[in-house]
């Protein structure tokens, strides 16, 4: 069996960090997503609200680098709650448990608003990840903002 979901939306409200009693991080949010498809009748996409909760390491880091309007990329499982109102009513919450937590966007470095660039800025995401360094001979691109870079080892053989 199957429970994975892949959201990519924006923060409706700064994340709301707590912990249980025994000390454990949880923070909760909720992420604004636009449906594939537009309205017939209006011509507009219709937003789904959806909560998401995430614990430990990776409720901290979306407390702390994570704030409303924010972009973000959450990859976890469904899981309906049922829970007693205040009035002692039954009643049922769908969230999504976020295994991990990505940057959806770029945001401003601290140097004259410039704006890093990539799906996953530095490669960070909750658990700590960090992109591999280049294979030897790949090269950065160069300063000058061109996007290909000279390959140092190259023989000039195709590989097939």
Do not use: H
């Amino acid at each position: 069996m199957l429970n994975k979901i892949f959201l990519m939306g924006r923060l409706t409200r700064d994340p709301e960090l707590r912990r249980t009693q025994t000390g454990t991080p949880v923070a909760s949010f909720s992420l604004a997503v636009d449906r594939d498809f537009k309205d017939k009748s209006t011509g507009e996409r219709t937003t789904d609200f959806i909560d998401v909760v995430a614990w430990r390491q990776t409720a901290e880091f979306v407390s702390r680098y994570f704030s409303k309007g924010r972009m973000a990329v959450v990859e976890g499982r469904l899981q309906i709650r049922d829970w007693t109102d205040k009035d002692g009513g039954k009643r049922r919450t769908a969230e999504v448990i976020a295994d991990n937590i990505y940057f959806g966007d770029s945001k401003r470095d601290g140097d004259g608003g410039s704006y890093s660039t990539g799906f996953n800025p530095g490669g960070y995401s909750a658990g700590g990840y960090s992109a591999p360094a280049a294979p030897s001979g790949y090269g950065a691109p160069p300063a000058d903002g061109d996007q290909f870079a000279e390959l140092s080892d190259d023989d000039g053989e195709l590989p097939f």
